[in-house]
């Protein structure tokens, strides 16, 4: 993807010659600055979605500890009117 890139802008810069007689150099430099930024932007998104991530399954553990809460109420609730019932 990154050599792509690097290619099109290769041929854009001769575009960009010929249109404004203006030069715009494509250096191995670029293509490995390129790099960089292809990376560090790889990384970012990485952390962002392993937060997102985290942040879910916190959300969904309260749920699962809520519903359990629930769960546990109803059924100490069913058991005392089922005492009261054979009183």
Same mark, same amino acid.
């Given at each position: 993807m990154c050599q792509e890139i690097h290619s099109?802008?290769?041929l854009n810069s001769t575009r960009f010659l010929q249109e404004l007689s &203006?030069?715009?150099y494509v250096t191995p430099t670029s293509y490995?600055? $390129?790099l960089a930024i292809f990376s560090n932007l790889v990384g +970012? =998104? =990485?952390q962002e979605v392993a937060t997102a991530r985290? &942040?879910?399954k916190t959300g969904l553990d309260k749920v699962l500890v809520f519903?359990?809460?629930l769960f546990f109420w109803f059924n100490l609730r069913i058991a005392g009117?089922? $005492?009261v +019932?054979? $009183?």
């Open positions: 099109s802008v290769a &203006r030069y715009n490995l600055q $390129l +970012t =998104k =990485k985290n &942040r879910t519903l359990f809460v009117n089922h $005492l +019932t054979c $009183l």
